[in-house]
């Protein structure tokens, strides 16, 4: 394995890569400030820490609302940056590139695929195809993968990911679940408090 074409093919992600730890570390030491606001508020009976807390709350549960259907709304943008970098990187990389190469080796055996499309991905490569874009044990070459049909890789993952859609839905409607109990408490406290002094 080539560790240096590794790192040059990785190279366009590595700042995305540090400035998402420095934003988890960000997340991470704003929701202990935020567990301190509430609990702060709630022991000390502050209406202040309290109205402050069910507000950060309510702007993280937008946030994450807004973010859904960002998701939502962007899917088949995001299809085609994927598909551009994974079709490039197949025609022009793979056979000659050893880590590109054992890599979608590694991806088409598993998920039963052949190229990011389909077969016609490896039109311009030369020598046989994979063995995971025929169905018989012959090598593999362009009249087999065309007889043999095997579905692109972008089908199959987005059915394994269609499969896992479930749980991450599940954990975030949690998550909102949570804020909204969240909010919930604290208003309940900060009019009980008012009620107390009144």
Known sequence: MDESYFLRMLAPFSRRTINVSILCAVLGAGLLMLGLLGGGGAIRQSKCQLLAFFSVILAVFVANVASGVVTLAYTSFVEGIM?????????????????????????M???????????????????????????????????????????????????MLM????????????????????????????????????
Request: aromatic share 8%; proline share 4%.
């Open 109 to 159: 055996s598993q998920l039963s695929c052949c190229g990011y499309s389909s077969y016609a991905d490896f039109e311009l490569t030369a020598g046989t195809l994979p063995p995971s874009c025929c169905r018989s044990p012959t090598p593999c070459n362009l009249a087999e993968a065309a007889h043999s049909n095997m579905q692109g890789c972008f089908r199959a993952i987005l059915e």
């Open 163 to 198: 499969k896992h859609a479930n749980i991450v839905g599940g954990i975030a409607a949690g998550i909102g679940i949570l804020e909204i109990a969240a909010m919930t408490v604290s208003m309940f406290l900060y009019w009980h408090l008012d009620n107390n002094d009144g």
């Open 83 to 107: 598909r551009a970098f994974a079709t490039k990187m197949l025609r022009e990389d793979y056979g000659t590139e050893p880590m590109v190469t054992k890599v979608w080796n590694a991806t």
